[in-house]
T-cell receptor
């Protein structure tokens, strides 16, 4: 079993809709969770980080964490064509110090 | 403030050739990382360095060596390139506090093709 799993997509949503991106992880003691956005041919950039159970909102983005279910999600409200990118989930495992484990990413397509 | 810079941006090698990928950061970060990204595989950690003078293996270290020259620079060396090392290589850095809240900042990447 992969340590961090994401559906590769593509996830296609119409402009203005809510895009829901999901990520599961295997290590119960994982403590920190990150969502990165990567445009084609570019480097990853951090969108959200979350460390506690519940929701964390930042503009149109909401990260949701459920440690009991080992599940973290990213909601993008009012999706725009400019949100079309690959979204990478990353998990910091408690047994490591600084290392992140990345999922393979979900490709999001927002069509007008 | 350039953030994380990488050189070269693109490189073509023949099997068996060697090369060094350079990475530098100007954010006074203590931790630096080298990843490779392949289609369908996501980002995989090759090596990382928690501080100047220390390095540690990641998930896929075979065929690579690293050197943390100083706090700013972290280089990745391929001693004898193989076609399996064709990939996009990203360097990243972070300021580690031990609290688990560190953000990793990525360089623009180096696209390597080994023939």
């Amino acid at each position: 079993q992969k340590e961090v799993e994401q559906n590769s997509g593509p996830l296609s949503v119409p402009e203005g809709a809510i895009a829901s991106l999901n990520c599961t992880y295997s290590d119960r003691v994982s403590q920190s969770f990150f969502w990165y956005r990567q445009y084609s041919g570019k480097s990853p950039e951090l969108i959200m980080s979350i460390y506690s159970n519940g929701d964390k909102e930042d503009g149109r983005f909401t990260a949701q964490l459920n440690k009991a279910s080992q599940y973290v999600s990213l909601l993008i409200r009012d999706s725009q064509p400019s949100d079309s990118a690959t979204y990478l989930c990353a998990v910091k495992l408690a047994r490591n110090t600084d290392k992140l484990i990345f999922g393979t990413g979900t490709r999001l397509q927002v069509f007008p | 403030n350039a953030g994380v810079t990488q050189t070269p941006k693109f490189q073509v090698l023949k099997t068996g050739q060697s090369m060094t990928l350079q990475c530098a950061q100007d954010m006074n970060h203590n931790s630096m990382y080298w990843y490779r990204q392949d289609p369908g595989m996501g980002l995989r950690l090759i090596y990382y360095s928690a501080s100047e003078g220390t390095t540690d293996k990641g998930e896929v270290p075979n065929g690579y060596n690293v050197s943390r020259l100083n706090k700013r620079e972290f280089s990745l060396r391929l001693e004898s390139a193989a076609p399996s090392q064709t990939s996009v290589y990203f360097c990243a850095s972070s300021f580690s506090t031990g609290q688990g809240t560190e953000t990793q900042y990525f360089g623009p990447g180096t696209r390597l093709l080994v023939l």
